[in-house]
């Protein structure tokens, strides 16, 4: 069972940066399509970015990109997410999450149901 522990959260000023971590167990021999949500209270889960299981496809929404960067470490098995210029109006739970139930290689999944698997998710406050 892939499990998904992220870290990185925390305190960052407008137009300051952070880095996400989300460390991935399960099997040793396969990559995962993965994906970044957040979640603002009172708000729908929303796509932030994702990554092909073959790390050779990123997508992101358009009001991340450019900003954002969505990268794997295999050897750490940890999938980043850097935030860059972060706004005001971006404070959310951070969650990411990993599709354990396909082997597609080269396809990006931008949907919340296209993954089965969830982080227990990070908190991101931005400060104006």
């Known amino acids: 069972q892939v499990q998904l522990v992220e870290s990185g959260g925390g305190l960052v000023q407008a137009g300051g940066s952070l880095r996400l971590s989300c460390a991935v167990s399960?099997?040793?021999?396969?990559?995962?399509?993965m994906g970044w949500f957040r979640q603002a209270p009172e708000k729908e889960r929303e796509f932030v970015a994702a990554l092909n299981s073959r790390g050779t496809g990123t997508y992101y929404a358009d009001s991340v990109k450019g900003r954002f960067t969505i990268s794997r470490d295999s050897a750490k098995n940890t999938v980043y997410l850097q935030m860059n210029s972060l706004k005001p109006d971006e404070p959310a739970a951070y969650y990411c999450?990993?599709?354990?139930?396909?082997?597609?290689?080269?396809?990006?999944?931008?949907?919340?149901?296209?993954?089965?698997?969830w982080g227990q998710g990070t908190q991101v406050t931005v400060s104006s």
């Open positions: 399960g099997r040793s021999d396969r990559n995962y399509a």
């Open positions: 999450a990993a599709d354990s139930r396909t082997n597609t290689y080269f396809t990006i999944k931008i949907t919340a149901y296209e993954y089965d698997c």
